[in-house]
C-alpha cells in the first residue's frame, strides 16, 4: 500500500477517534471505513499539506520574523512576496492538528501542546471563582498562533478605536487609513455582505463566513435583540451597534487559522523558510550602534544564531515580544538591572499598559427544549461525524455554540452614539453542562459542582456581557534572565471601578435580554443561584451583581497593548508609528501589542490588519532606500562621465 493511503488511513483512525470520541479498538468497521473515504476526500478537495520546515537554515536572511501566529503569519506572506528578500519565520511550536481544524473542539486545545498554558498572578478583587484565583491565559504555541485555539471570531471593532490611535500622535491609523487593510485579507463568502465593496471584499487571503450551523437560539437572539429596540446590522460595516450573526474564520466548515491562509500558499517560495520548534531567547542588538543584526534561539536542543541583514521583525504576541524585548535589554532600566541584564535601551513602556477584555461567565438560563449544543452524546455521534465530513455542516461546524453578537451600550455611554461599551456573546450552551470550561477557565471544581451539579443535565444558553474599552492597567515583568521561564503576568482586572460598574450594567442587560418574551417561548429562566462569596447579599441589588462580577471574570484572550505605539514625546511609547522600536535600528514589533489602545471586540481580525499594514510599512522602509541608493548612484556615475 502506498504512503500517502498509509497516511490517510493514519489520519482517519485519529479523526475517527477525535469525531466519535472512542478509541480505535473501540470503532467498528462502517465508521472507519466512512472517517476514511471522508478524510480521503477532504485531502483531494483541499489538497494543501502542512508548510514545509526546512532543515538548514542559511545564516543570514534579509528578514527574520519572531513568531508565526496571527501577526507574523501575514508578514511572512508579504514579505516573501518580493523574490529579492529572503525571510525566516521562527516558530517556537509545531503544525496544526486534524483537533484544531473542528471547530466545536478548541477548547480541547487549551492547556495541550499547542498552548503555552500561562497564567496571570492570582488577584482579590477578580477571578475568585478560579483555582487560586488565577486567570488562565491560553496563548497559540503552534504555527498560526492563537487563530488556531480561538472561537475564529471576525469583529474588526469601532471605527473611533482607529481614529483614537491616530489623535494620539500615530499619522496613518485611523479608520479610513485601516479600512483598506481589514479588506486587502479578506474573502467574504456572504454574498449579501459581499456586495458592500465599500466595507468588504472577496479574493484575500483570509475566508470569511456566516456558521454553517445554527441551532433555533441562533434566530431568537437576534429576535430577543430587536425587542430590546436594537437594529439587526453588519458590525462589520457603517453600525457597529446592535445584533447580528457572527461571522468567522473559516472555510469549508474548518478552521481558517492565519497558517492556512496565510503560510500554506507560500510554502514553495525559494525565499521563504520555515523552523518550527524554535524557542527564540534573545534579539541581537549591538551595544555600540544600537542596531539589531540577528536572533539566538534553541532548536533541537541546542542553541543556533540566525543574523538579519535588514530587520528582525518581533511578532511574537503581547506577553512574548515584551518578554523577548527585556530579555534582550530593551525595557525598564531599574527593572532589566536587577536581574543584570545588561540595558541597551532604556524603555519605561515595554510590559505596561496591558489591556485585555474580561467578560462575566455563569450568566445561564435553562430552558425546556432539547436542541441546545449542552450534551456531548448530541454533539459528538456518527450522524454528526457524516454531517461534518460530507456536507460539511451540522454541530461541529459550530464555534463552542457562539451564535450571535450583540452591541449595546449601557447608561454609561452615550446612546446616541454609536460607541457601544457593551459586547454580547450569546451561545446555545452553558458552563452547567460543559465540563471543558472547568478546564479552558480555571473554574475550581468546588465552585463548579456547588453552583451547577443541580442544572448539569438541563439545556440552558448563556449571555457573556464583555467590557469593551477597559479602564484597568495590566502589567508584565520578567520573573528572571530565564528565557525559558514565563514571566509575571499581573492583570489587574477590575482595579479602575469604572470597569466594575459597566460590567455590573452588563450583567443586568444580559438577564433582560433572557427574559424578554422572544426567549420565554423557549420557558428562558435566568439562573439566580447566589454564589458562595454573595449569598450574604440580597439579590439583584447593585451589591450583589458587583459580586458576581468578582467571581466567575472570565478573559477573552484578548492580551494587547504591552509594547504601546506613540509619538517620540510619549514617554511610555515602545514603538514609533512606522512600528520600529525607539531607540534600537533595523527592529519592529508587528502584533497586538503594539496597540495604543484595546479595540472594541474580538481583536484577531485587527491583529490581521495591523500586520497587513505592519508589512507595507516595512516595505515601504526598504523601496525608499532601494530608490535613494539607485539615485545616489546614477549621481555618481554621471559625475564620473
Known amino acids: 500500500m502506498s504512503s500517502p493511503i498509509i497516511a490517510v488511513i493514519n489520519g482517519a483512525i485519529k479523526a475517527a477517534s477525535i469525531l466519535l470520541g472512542v478509541s480505535f479498538g473501540k470503532i467498528t468497521i462502517l465508521p472507519l471505513l466512512l472517517a476514511t473515504i471522508a478524510y480521503f476526500n477532504y485531502d483531494l478537495i483541499d489538497p494543501e499539506n502542512h508548510p514545509r520546515v526546512t532543515k538548514n537554515l542559511r545564516k543570514e536572511y534579509d528578514f527574520v520574523v519572531i513568531g508565526g501566529g496571527s501577526a507574523g503569519s501575514v508578514v511572512v506572506n508579504r514579505l516573501t512576496e518580493n523574490s529579492d528578500w529572503s525571510v525566516l519565520l521562527l516558530e517556537a511550536g509545531g503544525h496544526e492538528s486534524e483537533i484544531s481544524d473542528v471547530p466545536i473542539l478548541s477548547l480541547f486545545l487549551h492547556k495541550s501542546k499547542l498552548d503555552w498554558m500561562y497564567q496571570a498572578q492570582p488577584q482579590d478583587n477578580a477571578c475568585l471563582a478560579m483555582t487560586n484565583r488565577r ?82 437560539l441562533g434566530v431568537a437572539f437576534l429576535k430577543a435583540g430587536k425587542e430590546m429596540g436594537y437594529d439587526i446590522i453588519d458590525i462589520n460595516g457603517e453600525q457597529q451597534t446592535g445584533f447580528a450573526f457572527f461571522q468567522y474564520t473559516m472555510r469549508r466548515a474548518s478552521r481558517c487559522s492565519t497558517a492556512k491562509a496565510f503560510v500554506r500558499p507560500i510554502q514553495l517560495r525559494k525565499n521563504f523558510d520555515l523552523s518550527l520548534w524554535s524557542h527564540v531567547t534573545r534579539i541581537l542588538i549591538d551595544p555600540r550602534s544600537k542596531r539589531a543584526y540577528g536572533v539566538k534561539f534553541i532548536r533541537n536542543g541546542r542553541e543556533e544564531v540566525v543574523f538579519a541583514k535588514k530587520e528582525v521583525i518581533l511578532s511574537a504576541g503581547a506577553i512574548n515580544s515584551v518578554q523577548l524585548l527585556m530579555l534582550s535589554g530593551v525595557g525598564p532600566r531599574d527593572h532589566l538591572e536587577k536581574l543584570g541584564i545588561p540595558v541597551i535601551q532604556d524603555s519605561p513602556g515595554v510590559g505596561q499598559n496591558l489591556q485585555d477584555h474580561i467578560g462575566v461567565g455563569g450568566i445561564i438560563f ?40 450583540g452591541f449595546i451600550s449601557t447608561k454609561y455611554a452615550n446612546k446616541s452614539d454609536d460607541w457601544p461599551d457593551i459586547e454580547f456573546m450569546l ?41 469593551l474599552r477597559p479602564k484597568s492597567r495590566g502589567y508584565i515583568k520578567l520573573k528572571s534572565k530565564n528565557p525559558l521561564e514565563p514571566p509575571l503576568m499581573v492583570a489587574n482586572y477590575l482595579t479602575h471601578p469604572d470597569d466594575l460598574a459597566v460590567l455590573r450594567e452588563g450583567v443586568k442587560a444580559a438577564i433582560a435580554l433572557g427574559e424578554t418574551s422572544t426567549m420565554k417561548k423557549f420557558g428562558s429562566k435566568f439562573y439566580s443561584k447566589s454564589p458562595p462569596n454573595c449569598r450574604h447579599i440580597p439579590q439583584y441589588t447593585d451589591e450583589f451583581f458587583d459580586c458576581i ?93
Not at 455521534?381 to 455554540?401: F, H, K, M, Q
Not at 460543559?434 to 451539579?453: F, I, N, P
Open 135 to 216: 486567570s488562565c491565559w491560553t496563548r497559540g504555541k503552534v504555527l498560526g498562533g492563537s487563530s488556531v485555539l480561538n472561537t475564529m471570531l471576525y469583529v474588526r471593532g469601532n471605527r473611533r478605536d482607529f481614529d483614537s490611535w491616530q489623535s494620539l500622535g500615530n499619522p496613518g491609523w485611523n479608520y479610513e487609513n485601516v479600512l483598506p487593510y481589514f479588506k486587502k485579507s479578506e474573502d467574504q463568502r456572504n454574498p449579501y455582505l459581499a456586495r458592500n465593496k465599500r466595507y468588504h471584499s472577496t479574493g484575500g487571503y483570509l475566508t470569511v463566513q456566516d456558521a454553517p450551523y445554527l441551532t433555533p
Open 366 to 405: 435553562p430552558i425546556d427544549y432539547s436542541f441546545t449544543l449542552s450534551k456531548s452524546s448530541r454533539i459528538i455521534n456518527i450522524n454528526t461525524a457524516l454531517r461534518y465530513a460530507v456536507t460539511e455542516d451540522g454541530p461541529l461546524t459550530s464555534s463552542i455554540g457562539i451564535e450571535t453578537v
Open 427 to 467: 451561545v446555545s450552551s452553558g458552563v452547567n453542562n460543559d465540563r471543558t470550561a472547568q478546564v479552558a477557565h480555571g473554574l475550581s471544581s468546588e465552585y463548579l459542582k456547588y453552583m451547577y451539579d443541580e442544572i448539569k443535565e438541563t439545556d440552558s444558553f448563556t449571555i457573556i456581557p464583555m467590557l
Open 549 to 641: 462580577v468578582r467571581q466567575y471574570t472570565m478573559t477573552i484572550y484578548h492580551m494587547s497593548c504591552t509594547a504601546r505605539m506613540g509619538p517620540l514625546n510619549d514617554p511610555m511609547a515602545v514603538v514609533d508609528p512606522e512600528l520600529k522600536v525607539y531607540g534600537v535600528a533595523g527592529l519592529r514589533v508587528i502584533d497586538a501589542s503594539i496597540m495604543p489602545d484595546i479595540t472594541s471586540g474580538n481583536i484577531n481580525a485587527p491583529v490581521i490588519m495591523l500586520a497587513e499594514k505592519g508589512a507595507d510599512l516595512v516595505k515601504a522602509t526598504w523601496m525608499r532606500r532601494f530608490k535613494r541608493n539607485n539615485i545616489n548612484v546614477a549621481i555618481f556615475n554621471i559625475s564620473i562621465d
